[in-house]
């Protein structure tokens, strides 16, 4: 295992300070335009070339199950009822077995897509749309709907635990653009334009062995400064195991920096809470840290974001 000393707490950003960034950010991705943003980067020629990742055939999913108990990260749980023929006699004839899903799709203990609808800062939209093209109908811009067709590249995974020689970051803790390059290297590859970066925390893993936690108080996640890296590279989503931003925020005023600039600011699709601890032994057994990930909303034109999962294809 690789080990990187953790890096002095990072400073906190104030408001002016964050505006820049913002602004810095929004114009270097200017080309992530549209109701797509930078799945823009995810060309035809960029959607082949990652199926040239696949060696073994071996498929591995990226999310969590969908978890229908109450739980200090998770106070509104995804619903799961039997609607079909419980207690009713089967023993003759056909029947069939019903069930009914109702869950928050935002929430902080299911994997799920953040849609570019998903943040509004100062009154707009990813790309400067109105924010009243939300209503209480659904979005009618920037839907989830723009993934309709699938979300399918390169996807490369960078284990920040890993590179720190950790079992998982601690709530609070901060993923620097440091940590990035650092894993790149460590991991002995480099990020590319349309990669689907993934980044790992140990989220999941630190909730399995310690027991769920107020997630959305505390948390650990990506340095707002970190989504240079991102822009440097071009990629076309992010997804980490957890929220992606780290609480209690780093910002002066925005508690969600890192979804304001990815989604707002740069066009990036998000993916919340997901989970790697399958896919990790597998990588490291293979020596390789990319894949071909698919990634398959469901169709709900209208909506924020989506229950999704990633598939691994290795």
């Not at 699938?150 to 995974?157: F, K, N, Q, T, Y």
Request: aromatic share 4%.
């Amino acid at each position: 295992m690789v080990t990187h000393a953790r890096p002095a707490g990072q400073p906190r950003l104030t408001d002016d300070e964050f505006g820049v960034l913002y602004r810095h950010l929004r114009s270097r991705t200017a080309w992530a335009t549209g109701d797509r943003g930078a799945l823009a980067a995810l060309t035809p020629a960029r959607v082949l070339a990652a199926t040239r990742e696949v060696r073994t055939g071996r498929t591995v999913t990226l999310a969590a199950p969908v978890d229908t108990v109450p739980g200090p990260d998770n106070p509104e749980p995804a619903e799961h009822r039997m609607i079909g023929q419980p207690g009713k006699d089967t023993s003759r004839g056909l029947h069939f077995a019903m069930d009914s899903f109702a869950m928050n799709v935002h929430g902080d203990a299911d994997s799920h897509i953040d849609a570019l609808c998903h943040v509004i800062y100062d009154g707009t939209l990813h790309g400067g749309v109105p924010a009243s093209s939300i209503t209480a109908g659904g979005a009618t811009a920037l839907s989830i709907g723009a993934a309709r067709d699938g979300i399918v590249g390169r996807g490369v995974l960078l284990d920040i635990p890993r590179l720190r020689g950790v079992p998982w970051l601690e709530p609070g803790d901060h993923v620097t653009f440091d940590d990035l390059a650092a894993a790149e290297t460590a991991q002995h590859l480099r990020v590319a334009e349309g990669d689907l970066l993934l980044v790992r925390v140990g989220h999941r893993r630190r909730r399995a062995e310690l027991g769920p936690w107020d997630a959305a108080h505390a948390r650990a996640g990506l340095h707002p400064s970190a989504l240079e890296f991102l822009a440097d590279r071009r990629v076309a989503v992010l997804g980490g195991d957890g929220n992606n931003d780290t609480a209690p925020s780093s910002t002066e005023g925005v508690d969600f920096p890192v979804h304001v600039l990815a989604i707002h600011a740069m066009g990036l699709h998000l993916l919340d809470y997901l989970q790697f601890e399958d896919l990790v032994p597998i990588c490291e057994a293979e020596g390789r840290w990319s894949f071909l990930c698919v990634i398959a909303p469901l169709r709900l034109p209208d909506a924020t974001g989506s229950p999704v999962n990633p598939i691994a294809v290795l």
